[in-house]
């Protein structure tokens, strides 16, 4: 049987979570673990077309969780494929409730079966990744990672995910 692990990595713009979580991955692999990293579920609608401004942002957040279940379910069903696998996310559902009113939240997860114990009780492990970039204003930050990034800022680089062992 396998064993599964589930790490969300959250944070807010431009802690460095997409950097961390291929690092990270990359570390897990090197270690002999099947790695499995899912993106941020809003940058993928971002890119697909869907946008929050074109949705209504309560209704956009409640897509979000939607998708980001079936995404979390596909990666389960691909785990139980390996003996020894970490399943990483960019975000997870208690992230959407950043974004909307508690009201809002608690509808979106009724709509799919959850609560708020169970949307946070799914993973394993939750690391929130601080904001400590040093930001200046007037230039933009890297995009590699994201394209959808729209903020104006300058980072100064380094990898937080140094810090991170496993």
Do not use: W
């Not at 971002?46 to 949705?55: A, D, L, Q, R």
């Not at 946070?120 to 995009?143: E, P, T, W």
Request: aromatic share 8%; charged share 30%; proline share 3%.
């Amino acid at each position: 049987m396998a064993s599964i692990t589930q790490i969300v990595i959250t944070g807010g713009p431009c802690a460095g979570k997409t950097s961390c979580l291929s690092t990270l991955g990359k570390r897990l692999a090197a270690k002999g673990y099947k790695a499995i990293t899912i993106s941020e579920t809003a940058t993928d609608m971002f890119m697909s077309g869907i946008k929050n401004t074109e949705i209504s942002h309560p209704e956009f957040e409640k897509m979000v969780i939607e998708y980001q279940i079936a995404k979390e379910k596909i990666a389960l069903k691909a785990a139980l494929n390996f003996p020894e696998v970490v399943i990483l996310y960019d975000r997870g559902i208690p992230d959407t409730r950043a974004y909307m009113s508690e009201t809002d939240y608690k509808q979106g997860l009724k709509e799919n079966n959850l609560n708020e114990f169970q949307a946070l009780n799914r993973y394993d492990a939750v690391d929130h990744q601080k904001n400590n970039r040093g930001f200046q204003n007037s230039q933009d930050y890297q995009k590699e990672n994201n394209p959808e990034k729209t903020k104006r800022l300058k980072i100064k680089r380094f990898d937080v995910c140094d810090t991170i062992k496993y």
